[in-house]
């Protein structure tokens, strides 16, 4: 029955460059790419801008790879402990030399078959990993 409702919706598209997406919600289990912004600091990315309002000094990303705006001063405090400030959502495509994770949610919900779009998990490294000639279509 679960095949036959698949088939009456029709197959799920996916993208081009798969890789390139932040988020992949093509089955139950929800996953996100995450960026460190630790890492930008330690790594002196170019797009790294800070500015100071209220007496604090807030950093983010020109890419808007992240779209959120850090008290520089948490930030290297938290960076100073063993687990470090952690991660943030990207809200665009990781660049190259970003610090890209991505982070499942609800992985109990792995359907047999397993990822249904692997190359999600790819880092952006300029081409596709495959090239797709025709679309079948079932009839």
Request: hydrophobic share 35%; net charge negative; aromatic share 8%.
């Amino acid at each position: 029955m679960e095949i036959r409702e698949q088939a009456a919706t029709g197959p799920v598209e996916l993208p081009l460059r798969p890789q390139d997406e932040v988020e992949c919600r093509r089955c139950d289990v929800h996953c996100d790419k995450v960026v460190h912004p630790g890492a930008c600091l330690e790594r002196n990315c170019p797009f790294l801008y800070s500015y100071e309002e209220f007496g604090h000094t807030y950093v983010g990303c020109l890419q808007k790879v992240f779209d959120v705006e850090i008290d520089l001063d948490l930030l290297c405090e938290a960076e100073s402990h063993r687990g470090g400030f952690g991660a943030v959502r990207a809200t665009a495509p990781p660049l190259p030399m970003c610090h890209v994770e991505v982070e499942s949610c609800y992985e109990s919900r792995t359907e047999e078959l397993g990822c249904l779009n692997p190359e999600f998990h790819e880092l952006p490294v300029g081409e596709p990993s495959f090239r797709i000639f025709a679309q079948l279509r079932a009839s």
